[in-house]
């Protein structure tokens, strides 16, 4: 885990208060200040921004590593494999597909390729569009993500702050 601007981390700790253990501990910055220009709203969202930056830092990482040791998935893939889970069909245009999961179509198309030689999913084309190409979800893909899940929900229980998960 990494945390930057005056933030010192000793071993997954964040020492001002944002992160302990994993879990970000919740501090109300309000909303921000009407005009911004003042400086003690401006540093409530510099603070806020940072310790959200740093809480995302920390479950990115937590999750690249206890996904890439229990299931030899980083986190984009594991990304791609459950938005095919959850979409119809188990079928994603590969366009909407990188939206979806904020990759360029480039990156995604090489991780595709990754998880296509792997056996999770496979390219067909679009029967509508000749261009459109759509990612499926195989068996064996359907398997490694449900495999997965367990691993990925308790990262994120663990990394997100409690007054996120209030009311799930």
């Given at each position: 885990?990494?945390?930057?601007?005056?933030?010192?981390?000793?071993?997954?700790?964040?020492?001002?208060?944002?992160?302990?253990?994993?879990?970000?501990?919740?501090r109300d910055?309000?909303?921000?200040?009407?005009g911004?220009?003042?400086?003690?709203?401006?540093d409530?969202?510099?603070?806020a921004?940072?310790?959200m930056?740093?809480?995302?830092?920390?479950?990115?990482?937590?999750?690249?590593?206890?996904?890439?040791?229990?299931?030899?998935?980083?986190?984009?893939?594991?990304?791609?494999?459950e938005?095919?889970?959850?979409?119809?069909?188990?079928?994603f245009?590969?366009?909407?597909?990188?939206?979806?999961?904020?990759?360029s179509?480039?990156?995604?198309?090489?991780?595709?390729?990754?998880?296509?030689r792997h056996?999770l999913?496979?390219?067909?084309g679009?029967?509508?569009?000749?261009?459109?190409?759509?990612?499926?979800?195989?068996?064996?893909?359907?398997?490694?993500?449900?495999?997965?899940?367990?691993t990925?929900?308790?990262?994120?229980?663990?990394?997100?702050?409690?007054?996120?998960l209030?009311?799930?």
């Open positions: 885990m990494s945390a930057t601007h005056g933030s010192t981390v000793t071993q997954g700790t964040v020492t001002r208060g944002t992160v302990t253990r994993g879990n970000v501990l919740a910055a309000g909303p921000p200040a009407e911004a220009g003042g400086t003690g709203g401006q409530k969202v510099v603070t921004w940072r310790e930056a740093a809480c995302h830092a920390a479950a990115c990482a937590a999750l690249e590593r206890e996904l890439g040791e229990r299931h030899g998935l980083g986190v984009s893939d594991f990304e791609v494999l938005r095919l889970a959850e979409s119809a069909g188990r079928k245009r590969a366009q909407d597909l990188a939206e979806a999961v904020h990759l179509q480039s990156a995604l198309s090489r991780l595709v390729d990754r998880l296509t056996g999913v496979e390219r067909c679009c029967d509508v569009d000749r261009r459109g190409i759509y990612v499926v979800l195989t068996e064996a893909g359907e398997r490694r993500h449900a495999e997965a899940v367990p990925h929900r308790g990262v994120l229980a663990r990394h997100l702050p409690a007054s996120m209030r009311g799930q």
